[in-house]
Nanobody, 116 residues
Framework: QVQLVESGGGSVQAGGSLRLSCAAS????????LGWYRQAPGKEREVVAC????????NYADSVKGRFTISRDNDKNTASLQMNSLKPEDTAVYYC?????????WGQGTQVTVSS
């Protein structure tokens, strides 16, 4: 069953912005955090940002601090990633993730391409 659905990916010029959204199914049990991973060709999958569901704690990869902002709307059960000042090295497939209990669930991924 699909429980996480991403949207908002696309192609932009360097310095541009994109906003990714993630819709989480409301039947996810014991949801603790929502977050974003990314994987570029030939590279390991890495954590980009995460946010707690019960509070407002956020964490960011050093490479995106000051440029990306993660947010959530618990009423709508969604998480967003605002990406500003995009760089070519941000090009990757971005995955929404949900931590519930000891399980980590994944969305299908959305492509972000930043050109020079």
């Amino acid at each position: 069953q699909v429980q996480l659905v991403e949207s908002g990916g696309g192609s932009v010029q360097a310095g541009g912005s994109l906003r990714l959204s993630c819709a989480a199914s409301r039947n996810i049990v014991r949801l603790r955090t929502l977050g974003w991973y990314r994987q570029a060709p030939g590279k390991e999958r890495e954590v980009v940002a995460c946010i707690s569901v019960g509070g407002d704690t956020t964490n960011y990869a050093d490479s995106v601090k000051g440029r990306f902002t993660i947010s959530r709307d618990n009423d709508k059960n969604t998480a967003s990633l605002q990406m500003n000042s995009l760089k070519p090295e941000d090009t990757a497939v971005y995955y929404c993730t949900a931590a519930s209990g000891s399980d980590l669930q994944w969305g299908q991924g959305t492509q972000v391409t930043v050109s020079s």
